[in-house]
């Protein structure tokens, strides 16, 4: 136990652990309050204690791929695929903005050929006009296509990597290319974007010495924002006799992913709030600075299911949004005030 808490000590002052080190203390449960508070500390020390909120829009649940867990999957044939056209999606940033005081927007949807470039320049321009950051999570895309988004205003970009187990990246996606993943990662970077990622947690077969390596990875490219899930399998899908992440050890991997890169953005997410009521409070106290709240109409959001449950979650105009924030100063947090940038402090 003493070697444990010597780790982590040290990982609080130089943000740095060797693979085994992160290994040994993911396999160690006697010492998680003690990770999350010192991920708590770090998280105070470093990005303090604002919150961030993040206007999600999924605003398209077409998706040209098949990944295994996902309900938006292209051979979900269950499912009600919508488009919201681009007044709908300028009224529903316009209200974020001017009525709710949202500082960022989330502009996200399956893989949706049909949003083009320019279709896509168009939107993010009228959403700037908003004065407002904007975040995209749309997925793989070419250089200078994350380029064309960052000229016409965009200000960061998700992909999560999903997992670093390259075998198991690909077994839930064989028509995918884990190298392909990687290069967009890291031209989403190049093109000046700020970069999120992230993983999902509990997939069938995925390892503690796996998420050992997430951790590195996300280092290693210096990401600004990083978003780690718990896996929730959808009945429509291949792995809907899966077991499931569970919250504890993506609490863990998000507080360990803290103490490496102590001044990024970390989410508290919306699939740790769909597994555990206080999943996102939790999170909040082991690591995490920002939540996402959800501001996808009803009508469409009830088909935006990645996840059971997804939907349940999250928050909606006015009521459930003060009620959000009743719940971040019973904390004692308080929401922030400016865009939320990845400040560089290492
Ligand atoms: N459970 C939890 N998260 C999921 N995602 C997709 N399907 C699921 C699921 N069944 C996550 C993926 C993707 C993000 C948008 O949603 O990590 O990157
Ligand atoms: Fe499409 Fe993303 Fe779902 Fe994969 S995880 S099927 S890319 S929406």
Redesign the pocket.
């Known amino acids: 136990m003493e070697d444990l808490k010597d780790l982590i000590k040290k990982a609080r002052t130089d943000h740095i652990l060797e693979r085994e080190e992160i290994l040994l203390l993911l396999s160690s449960p006697e010492i998680d309050e003690i990770l999350f508070a010192a991920a708590d500390e770090v998280r105070k020390r470093y990005v303090g204690d604002g919150i961030h909120l993040r206007g999600l829009i999924e605003f398209s649940?077409f998706?040209?791929?098949?990944?295994c867990?996902?309900?938006?999957?292209?051979d979900n044939k269950n499912i009600t695929r919508y488009r919201m056209d681009e007044d709908t999606i300028f009224a529903t940033a316009e209200y974020a903005v001017q009525a709710m005081g949202l500082k960022t927007i989330v502009l996200q949807?399956?893989?949706d050929l049909y949003f083009d470039c320019e279709k896509l320049c168009g939107i993010i321009q009228l959403i700037k006009s908003l004065d407002v950051a904007l975040t995209l999570s749309i997925?793989e895309k070419s250089f200078s296509e994350y380029r064309a988004y960052k000229e016409a205003g965009a200000d960061r970009f998700l992909l999560r990597i999903?997992t670093t187990d390259k075998d198991l990246y690909l077994q839930h996606?064989p028509q995918m290319s884990f190298e392909n993943r990687i290069e967009c990662i890291h031209n989403i970077g190049r093109s000046g974007l700020e970069v999120g990622t992230g993983i999902l947690v509990g997939l069938p077969n995925q390892t503690l010495e796996s998420y050992a390596d997430d951790i590195l990875f996300f280092k290693t490219i210096k990401a600004d924002m990083v978003g780690i899930g718990p896996f929730i399998p959808h009945p429509n899908t291949p792995l809907r006799g899966a077991i499931g992440g569970s919250l504890q050890i993506s609490l863990k991997i998000m507080a360990l992913t803290r103490l490496l890169l102590p001044d990024i953005n970390i989410p508290a997410t919306t699939a740790m709030e769909t597994i555990e009521k206080n999943g996102q409070i939790r999170a909040l106290k082991a690591g995490a600075n920002v939540i996402m709240p959800n501001i996808t109409l009803p009508l469409y959001r009830q088909h935006y299911e990645?996840y059971p449950g997804k939907s349940d979650t999250g928050y909606l105009p006015d009521n459930n949004l003060q009620k959000l924030i009743g719940t971040i100063h019973s904390i004692g947090r308080f929401v922030a005030e400016g865009y939320g940038f990845h400040q560089k402090l290492l």
């Open positions: 649940n998706c040209r791929n098949n990944c867990y996902c309900g938006l999957r292209r949807s399956g893989e997925g999903e996606d990645l």
